[in-house]
């Protein structure tokens, strides 16, 4: 390889990873949640919420450091929401996210309909001394903003939590069985709700780097259905955080490499390529729902359930 394709592919695997960051956090955050028994399908719009709140602080030359936290707790503002709704009012918890979702996109539009097509200063990249200097791989992981190194660093961490600590089993353990958590006295309500909230602030962030990073502006309806295949992605990995990691970075592969099939003249519609993430993510699905014993055998069997503390 000459120092052009060289500096060609160095540049698409940075891409890759980019397009998975935002990902990577909804599907963390997700994935979280869904261990603690609760289904929350509101993450598009926790995303597109967490990305006007981060775009408009940074906008007003708050900093980056306040708008993505901002951007986080946009996000956890409306999984409070969701939690009031789906915890606090026993309601249905696949039409409250799906409500939570369409409220976003449309609350998110009106908050930011000052700002749409103002450019911000991107995040700027803080290459790590060294390994940024690596032959191809060094631009592509070594040279990313703190978002891109905090994606990453969260899944250990995650992994650390959910299989290592008291607090993680507890969470796991009113997933799987919230009845007989609340029987030996652990707080069902209030680990679901500490659940949401993460799942909310890690949706935020993923919404804080698509308008921060990712494309540095303000446009209405920028998450473009990421929420719904970081949804996707959990399942994907099948409940283990390594999963949802190596899914991200598999299907920002196909985002970036569809675009960049439109440059090499491919003689396929540019419509179809667009449609190629979306495609994936079905196939994905249909292929994993066929391992019946797989997904069971994962999933959380309260995922979704209804708890009643008074029974």
């Not at 690596?134 to 070594?142: C, D, K, N, T």
């Not at 959910?162 to 969470?171: C, D, S, V």
């Not at 007989?180 to 652990?186: C, F, K, S, T, V």
């Not at 909310?200 to 780097?209: E, F, S, T, V």
Request: charged share 10%; hydrophobic share 60%; glycine share 10%.
């Amino acid at each position: 390889m000459n120092e052009a394709e060289i500096a060609t592919l160095a540049a698409i695997l940075a891409a890759m990873v980019r397009a998975a960051t935002p990902l990577v956090f909804a599907a963390l955050g997700e994935l979280v949640t869904e261990r603690a028994g609760v289904l929350n399908l509101g993450i598009e719009g926790m995303m597109l919420m967490g990305a006007v709140a981060a775009f408009g602080t940074a906008h007003a030359g708050a900093g980056y450091a306040a708008a993505m936290a901002m951007g986080a707790g946009a996000g956890v503002g409306m999984s409070l929401l969701f939690a009031f709704l789906a915890l606090g009012l026993r309601a249905n918890q696949v039409a409250c996210g799906l409500a939570l979702s369409i409220f976003g996109v449309g609350l998110s539009a009106f908050v930011g309909k000052s700002l749409v097509g103002t450019p911000i200063e991107a995040l700027p990249a803080l290459p790590i001394p060294l390994l940024s200097e690596i032959p191809v791989i060094g631009r592509a992981l070594f040279s990313q903003d703190i978002l891109v190194y905090a994606s990453v660093l969260a899944v250990p961490a995650i992994s650390w939590f959910l299989f290592k600590t008291r607090a993680g089993l507890i969470l796991r353990a009113i997933g799987e069985n919230h009845d007989a958590a609340h029987d030996i006295g652990y707080s069902v309500l209030k680990v679901r709700t500490l659940a949401i909230m993460f799942g909310g602030a890690m949706a935020g962030l993923a919404g804080a780097y698509l308008s921060l990073a990712y494309t540095p502006m303000w446009v209405e309806n920028m998450s473009s259905g990421r929420g719904w295949i970081a949804l996707a992605l959990v399942v994907f990995a099948t409940w283990v955080p390594v999963r949802a990691l190596l899914g991200a970075y598999l299907f920002g592969g196909v985002t970036i490499l569809q675009l960049h099939a439109q440059n090499w003249g491919i003689p396929v519609s540019s419509q179809i390529l667009a449609m190629l993430p979306y495609l994936a993510t079905i196939v994905v699905l249909v292929l994993i729902s066929r391992d019946e014993t797989k997904i069971k055998l994962n999933a959380p069997a309260c995922l979704g359930k209804v708890f009643h503390s008074g029974r």
